[in-house]
């Protein structure tokens, strides 16, 4: 029996970051950049108004008030978009729109709510300081600034300022490409009769939705029944796309379990027992001309899922390029005893909260590792340690957050 620890280590120590790819700007989206993103330009690229109003000298407006407001004639428009040709004499103005460029001779933009919003001439009831409402030239990026760093996890706004900047592709880590595959003769596909003694294969479908969560691309190849050949050639067939390859069920020493017997026989697949509950068999190794991963998980659900929490999540944050590998870790206090298995580490799920400004968390299922529905209930995962057996209530543990989101 190895430890988590030790599983994992294995595991990473085989697991590199993908090399990086130039991807267009939408596929690079929640990857990680490996190169420096430079501004070539200023951002703003032109001095433009940050309002609706009038471009103005403001000289020209500095008497003007409610009681005695100033009449300016207004000698054009300015909209967002061509540059105009405009100049702004002494004792003029002209109306510009939010994001045009400034006329020249203006050095200050009334806002519209402050005049009679005239077209031949305004009432400017307020004056204005020099430079307001002005958005200058290179005030948010200089030219030449570096805007975002190698090693930015690119979200939403990373992927605007790209854009903003002029850029159409980058340079990231791609998402790894994850093949799962269930392995089980009484798996059926759901949506389809079940003819007694049968289930519905629910793993496929949660390990697959588990690696985009993670941020893979995953394609879900579904019921391989227990037949050692079927699943050698669907293995093989899928290589070409796998960066890893996720394969559940069969792990076991039941009569045939025969992801064990096939994979052992591929690579340099090895299968453990692993000092944890849920989850005990893993397997794990590379197959295939490209040392492709592989990793052989146990059959039951939320071993399963566990399984993939605890090794296959952060090997694949591993090849993003993302730092840290695992998700959140925090100390919470538990409303109620929990018990562990001597010697294994326990992943309970629970259902971690804040009361009085301290974490908490509540079991919402039993251990059973087919109680699938109790793990829906879960937001978090309690860790007991391999050496602690009894958590009483009121006493801390350590609680792995799954953050529930889609890609
Ligand atoms: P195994 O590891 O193949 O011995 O499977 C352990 C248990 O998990 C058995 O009760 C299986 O029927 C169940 N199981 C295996 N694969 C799946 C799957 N893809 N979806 C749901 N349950 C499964
Ligand atoms: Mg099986």
């Not at 700007?25 to 009038?54: I, K, Q, R, W």
């Not at 052992?264 to 492709?292: C, E, H, K, N, Y």
Request: with cysteine; net charge negative.
């Amino acid at each position: 029996m190895i430890s988590v620890s030790e599983h994992l280590e294995r595991i990473l120590s085989v697991i590199e970051p993908l090399h990086p790819l130039q991807l267009g700007l939408m596929d690079a989206h929640g990857c990680v950049l490996t190169e420096d993103v430079v501004a070539e330009d200023p951002l703003p690229g032109f001095d433009n108004s940050a309002v609706d109003g009038y471009a103005v000298r403001c000289e020209d407006v500095a008497t003007a008030s409610a009681q005695s407001p100033v009449v300016l004639p207004v000698t054009g428009d300015v909209a967002a978009g061509p540059a105009s040709p405009l100049r702004v004499q002494h004792g003029l103005c002209v109306r510009i729109m939010t994001g045009a460029m400034m006329p020249a001779g203006a050095d200050a933009v009334i806002p519209v709510e402050w005049t009679d919003g005239g077209v031949a001439t305004v009432r400017i009831d307020r004056p204005v300081p020099a430079g307001a409402n002005i958005r200058r030239s290179g005030e948010d990026v200089a030219a030449g600034e570096t805007v975002l760093t190698a090693g930015t996890h690119l979200g939403a706004v990373q992927i605007g300022l790209a854009a903003a900047v002029g850029r159409s592709r980058l340079v990231v880590r791609p998402r790894p490409r994850v093949v799962v595959v269930s392995t089980g003769s009484e798996l059926a596909e759901a949506g389809t009769p079940l003819a007694p003694g049968r289930i519905v294969d629910s793993n496929s479908p949660a390990l697959t939705a588990a690696a985009v969560e993670a941020g893979a691309i995953a394609y879900r190849v579904g019921i391989v029944p227990d037949d050692p050949r079927q699943l050698a050639a669907t293995l093989e067939d899928q290589l070409v796309r796998a960066d890893v390859l996720v394969t559940s069920g069969g792990v076991s020493v039941g009569a045939y379990d025969v992801v064990k017997e096939v994979l052992s026989r591929l690579g340099t697949v090895q299968f453990d027992r692993v000092a944890m509950q849920p989850g005990m068999p893993q397997g794990f190794g590379t197959i295939g001309p490209d040392s492709t991963p592989v990793f052989g998980l146990p059959g039951n659900p939320v071993s399963a899922l566990v399984s993939f929490e605890a090794f296959v999540r952060p090997a694949l944050r591993k090849m993003l390029g993302a730092t840290p590998y695992e998700r959140p870790r925090v100390r919470a206090v538990s409303s109620v005893a929990l018990t562990s298995p001597k010697g294994k580490r326990s992943f309970l799920r629970v259902s971690l909260g804040v009361d009085q400004g301290a974490y908490v968390v509540t079991p919402v299922s039993g251990t059973g590792s087919h109680l699938l529905a109790g793990m829906s209930r879960a937001n978090a995962l309690a860790v007991v340690p391999e050496d602690v057996e009894q958590i009483a209530a009121g006493d801390s543990v350590e609680v792995l957050v799954l953050e529930r989101r889609g890609r």
